[in-house]
T-cell receptor, first 115, second 114 residues
Framework: GAVVSQHPSWVICKSGTSVKIECRSL??????MFWYRQFPKQSLMLMAT?????????EQGVEKDKFLINHASLTLSTLTVTSAHPEDSSFYIC???????????FGPGTRLTVT | QKEVEQNSGPLSVPEGAIASLNCTYS??????FFWYRQYSGKSPELIMF????GDKEDGRFTAQLNKASQYVSLLIRDSQPSDSATYLC??????????????FGRGTQLTVWP
């Protein structure tokens, strides 16, 4: 149990375009989902926390107009990178948790390359 | 803000040895601690969590927590080459706006050589 999927697993896009990444909890209801970004050789950096039906809470320094997060249901959250630039190229990982547990279940990640 | 410190390594041990990974945290009130393993190019996977002082064993893995000294460690017995990965220590936020949020250390890279 406790499986989180992400789609796509990798994507290449041109500078200036937008990319949407989906995060789904397959067998549980995720009241909270987290979005992380990881650059090579670095640890995970939390970008934002989203609770179902509420606006996402962004970490300091993360542009909310650039990284749009929607958590419209208990099984789906999306991250849209708008007007992507090469410096947005990174590994984006989501995680999800239920209301009754601290444990976070991680998705497999999405590797974004902006050319 | 919760600070989590880990030696970045790399830590290199021979196959069959015990690998010891250490982590310290800044918030004395922290209650819950997690160890994740991350293979290169993959997302983290949970190895163990620990809430209480002392040792917690799961197979070849033992987590140790000392809240008075504010450190948590992970021991890997009979290390295997497949254990070669980056190990991330994480502390969970347990109040207010930090509730449920994980604070990660930078990770320790472990290499087990045959």
């Amino acid at each position: 149990g406790a499986v989180v999927s992400q789609h796509p697993s990798w994507v290449i896009c041109k500078s200036g375009t937008s990319v949407k990444i989906e995060c789904r909890s397959l067998d549980f209801q995720a009241t909270t989902m987290f979005w992380y970004r990881q650059f090579p050789k670095q640890s995970l950096m939390l970008m934002a926390t989203s609770n179902e039906g509420s606006k996402a809470t962004y970490e300091q320094g993360v542009e909310k107009d650039k990284f749009l997060i929607n958590h419209a249901s208990l099984t789906l959250s999306t991250l849209t990178v708008t007007s992507a630039h090469p410096e947005d190229s990174s590994f984006y990982i989501c995680s999800a948790k239920t209301a009754s547990s601290y444990e976070q279940y991680f998705g497999p990640g999405t590797r974004l390359t902006v050319t | 803000q919760k600070e989590v410190e880990q030696n970045s390594g790399p830590l290199s041990v021979p196959e069959g040895a015990i690998a010891s990974l250490n982590c310290t945290y800044s918030d004395r009130g922290s209650q819950s601690f997690f160890w994740y393993r991350q293979y290169s190019g993959k997302s983290p996977e949970l190895i163990m969590f620990i809430y209480s002082n002392g040792d917690k064993e799961d197979g070849r893995f033992t987590a140790q927590l000392n809240k008075a000294s504010q450190y948590v460690s992970l021991l890997i017995r009979d290390s295997q080459p497949s254990d070669s990965a980056t190990y991330l220590c994480a502390v969970i936020g347990d109040r207010g706006s930090t509730l449920g949020r994980l604070y990660f250390g930078r990770g320790t890279q472990l290499t087990v050589w045959p």
